[in-house]
């Protein structure tokens, strides 16, 4: 079966999520490493050989346990790739927009207004993310003020700390900016998709156009359906004629959510924790 295609942090190209038969999306984590464990320990009761799983973005921001939320990730991603459950899957790992949002802090020094950014960034969730790298809103703030030179030895100490956590590196890496079947029934991204616009060209869509994403009346595309795991608004499990949302309001005080998704388009199973 297909696995994951060129890096997308860098490419257009989505990951090919093999030749499935189910996928199993899950929504925005945000930190919540309690509600991730949960859903992952219901999921390995739900799980048939040849599901694949994608987690639609933001797994970090906001908080309140990011490195925790990837440690576990990281550990359920060895468990199933070594069949410790008698079942074999894929997993596919989408770039939502907290994670584009880490990338750019990380890059800071080459930002025309680091402290405008800075506090675009902390007003979006970075804080708890700098916190889990032994860092602080303060010393963003400070450091946006003390030039690029300042800025590069600090975005490199950042850098350290990511890869002093045992497979964090590896994590960011694997991101992927939209992920598709194998046979082009279905699509996922994190939160926009500009209906008007072809796959290739969506860029910062994917991210930062959710009211687009609400305009989608017609097949996109020859996909069936496009399966989205942030919405602003939270609105749960929620589908459409030609787009499904999974977003109960992880990080903002609702539930974690998962939908298992036939490439017919329709919702199999869901889960909520």
Not at 130 to 149: F, K
Not at 259 to 273: F, K, R, S, T, W
């Amino acid at each position: 079966s297909g696995g994951p295609v060129s890096d997308v942090s860098d490419s257009p190209n989505p990951a090919d999520t093999g030749d499935d038969r189910r996928v199993w999306a899950i929504a925005s984590v945000h930190g919540e490493a309690e509600r991730l464990e949960r859903l992952h320990h219901a999921l390995l009761g739900r799980l048939q050989p040849g599901d694949r799983i994608v987690y639609l973005g933001n797994l970090i921001g906001r908080g309140p346990a990011i490195g925790a939320a990837i440690d576990r990730l990281l550990r359920f991603r060895r468990a199933v790739l070594a069949g410790q459950y008698s079942f074999a899957c894929e997993l596919a790992y989408l770039r939502g927009s907290q994670e584009e949002m880490w990338q750019k802090l990380l890059q800071l020094q080459f930002a025309p207004d680091p402290k405008g950014t800075v506090e675009w960034l902390l007003s979006r969730g970075v804080g708890p993310v700098l916190e889990t790298y032994g860092s602080s809103a303060i010393e963003a703030r400070r450091q946006a003020a003390a030039g690029p030179l300042g800025l590069t030895r600090w975005t490199n100490q950042l850098r350290a700390a990511i890869q002093a956590r045992a497979g964090h590196v590896q994590f960011y890496a694997s991101l992927r900016r939209a992920a598709y079947t194998h046979d082009g029934a279905l699509l996922f991204v994190n939160s926009g998709l500009d209906p008007e616009r072809p796959l290739e060209t969506q860029r910062d869509s994917f991210w930062w156009n959710s009211s687009a994403f609400e305009r989608i009346d017609q097949p996109y595309g020859s996909y069936k359906k496009v399966v989205r795991g942030f919405d602003p608004a939270h609105p749960g499990l929620r589908a459409t004629d030609w787009t499904i949302t999974v977003d109960g309001g992880a990080g903002y005080g609702g539930p974690l959510l998962a939908a298992c998704v036939g490439l017919d388009g329709q919702i199999i199973d869901h889960l909520e924790v």
